[in-house]
């Protein structure tokens, strides 16, 4: 049951900021205090963080919806919250610390990461 909860409220963000990060994706970095640069940028911030976000959307909505697809769901929010927070703590080492509107981002990467590596170890017992 916590697994459905964790993968559909996943579902949901991920949905949530793929469709933000396609339709506005200025909006999105400026919340951000990001500023996009070049002549390509809103063409990337569409396709990394609207593309993929609507990618991720779709499997953790199949793995809330059909059993078999449950585990990959989690094993994705695991590798790729686990880059996020890798990269995270790697750029506090090579870098400056990020403003407190990053704060919640990386919260937010940290908790999905804890959770699905919960509720896969848990599976796994199951």
């Known amino acids: 049951m916590y697994t459905k909860i964790f993968l559909t409220l996943m579902a949901a963000l991920y949905l949530a900021f793929g469709l933000l990060s396609l339709l506005n994706p200025a909006g999105m970095t400026a919340s951000l205090d990001v500023e996009i640069g070049g002549p390509n940028g809103l063409y990337e911030m569409r396709g990394i963080y609207g593309g993929v976000s609507l990618a991720a959307a779709a499997l ?45 981002f990386v919260a937010f990467e940290v908790f999905a990461l804890a959770a699905a590596v919960l509720l896969l170890r848990a599976r796994r017992g199951a």
Not at 68 to 79: D, E, K, N, Q, V
Request: charged share 5%.
């Open 60 to 104: 953790c909505a199949a793995g809330a919806l059909r059993a078999a697809m449950t585990r990959p769901a989690l094993w994705f929010i695991t590798i790729y919250m686990g880059g996020y927070v890798f990269a995270r703590f790697a750029a506090l080492v090579l870098g400056p610390s990020p403003t407190s509107s990053y704060i919640g």
